[in-house]
């Protein structure tokens, strides 16, 4: 590669490797397994070495991954939090040893532990008390989650026993057990909301919660792996580690001395079946020097100690049997190629299906009919097909195809230029898609009718009583009531909860009517702008796009959406129902000359008086607008309590004036 290539290269996987560590530490929401990450982060190393005059002090190579949020205080990590090396290679294990081995000049002993797949913590303990509990943020300061971490009860709040340094840090991993997890996903998934897709996300996703009452109920647990004091008691980490299990900590079973690196093999081959067992996920195994004077002698990198390294276990992969191909319709019409499976057993789950994404994909893989394929379990809840076992292909099988019709109606199938998808756009007739949009329409978010759910909405398709969702507000008790499983109590819960409906505000009826690309934010900038259904149907293009956050692609569906005359029928239907489709009908206080008119304000914190929502649509109600981020165009920054002190810095260097909550509070009700 020559050096304008590489250099352009570096620069890609850069900003790509970023934005998977934001997607994995700040919105815990992967959207790559860690073997794919992995591998970027190793091209960008490879191309760093080559090409040293590249290394920037802020490239990911250099730095870990920052889990850093504006809703807590941030403290200063007294040892910096490193990251650990990693290797799926026991060849590179081998010359991990050899490093170490030639420093120490013969041969090491080593501790082996299990690498819990979890969110990282740092627990402050001084006088024998828990103090401080601190996320690993970037690696140098932390956010401050002592409050949530407290309701975590294997984590003692006072230890006893010998040998306790007056302060000292202990570190380990949050986790979920997997039991915990499965219930809340069902528990998340019957109160519609979207599951996790991993207990690691879970974990982290409850540390930074504000409440601590629902962190409480999350069943969290820790395993502690590290000891850290400027009085240490031991030379040695496993004495360290078994002496904090003797005060009170959580430490695995799952440690061991290992003479050798054979012995170490040993180990890695021991969990890697073992694993199955244990009611939390591993990601792989830790080998660290045990003695404390060699890993002193060894040292450290920039971002990982060069007396510990990891072996991760590759996710796991079976291979199974295609048996065909199913092609689902969304609500907009969306198609998803879904490859149903022989059932075969993986990471503790039957898998029958996986997903193929688009039609790329499936060309990609170059998937045929009766294809022995490669099933692997990353971030993601559906597995996917990583590859196809070519040398057991059936002759003559015939070539997967993607479909060029829907499924579903028949309509010939369109595809956009530059988009991965292929759409039915049969909008008026498509069955999933009409019965999509009405699922939208009563969704929690939406009009949030109770006890309405996707199987009844089909049934009620199906009995042909509804078509669209203005005919949900047609329906009666007696025609519910002989739906199989519904009684007479329910249909009226049912009948009742649409009725109520009519009182949703009119920001939320917008985002019900299900326009494409009009999700629930937009909707409240479209309904700040366009005080009533009527008016935004008059826009043009123009008027539209002259709205800041509105593009081009956002205007031409909401005109395409007017332009259709059932849905001007359905929207003339709903407004005779009394649903709010305008402004002024609404509870909320004329916005114009409301107190925060032309005010874009900033939330920044804790609240005892309301929540952030709350706050939200108070400055909306005021006629204010929200910020996202700080910036010369925010008037104010509201402050809670617990803001990071790096936003209060950035505010002030802006110029931005802070105000508290009780002083907000007072601003808002005086007359
Ligand atoms: S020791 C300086 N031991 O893995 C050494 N880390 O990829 C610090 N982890 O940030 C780490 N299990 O969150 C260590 N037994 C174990 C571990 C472990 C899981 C996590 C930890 C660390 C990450 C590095």
Redesign the pocket.
Known sequence: MKRDEAKERIDVLRREIEMHNHNYYVLNNPVISDFEFDILLNELDTLEKMYPEFITDDSPTRRVGSDLTDEFRQYEHKYP????G?TYSKEELKDFNERVEKVAGGPVEYVC????DGA?ISITYRNKSFFRALT?GDGTTGDDVTRNIKTIRSIPLKITGDNIPGEFII?G?ILMPRPVFNRLNEERLSAGLPPFANPRNAASGTLKLLDPKIVASRNLDCMF??LLSDEIPYRTHFENLSTAGKWGFRVSEGISICRNIDEVMNFIDKWEDGRKKLDFDIDGV?I?VNSIDLQEKLGYTAK??RW?T?YKYRAEQVSTRLISVSFQVGRTGNITPVANLEPVLLAGTTVKRASLHNADQISLLDLHKNDVVYVEKGGEIIPKIIGVERSQRLEKSDKIIFITNCPECGTPLQRNEGEANHYCPNYLHCPPQLTGRIVHFISRKAMNIEGLGEETVDLLFNKGLIRNYADLYELNVDQLIPLERLGEKSALNIINSIRSSAGVPYPRVLYALGIRHVGETMAKTVAKTFGSVDELMQADSDTLTSVREIGPKIAASIISFFRDEDNIRIIQRLKSYGLKLNREEDSAPATAGGKLTGKTILISGVFKEHTREEYKEIIEKNGGKNATSLSSNTSFLLAGENMGPSKREKAESLGIPLISESDFLKLIHED
Not at 113 to 116: H, I, N
């Open positions: 939090m490193l990251s650990l990693n532990e299990l690498k819990f990282s690993r570190r991993e792996y590290f830790v660290k990982s100690p510990a990891a």
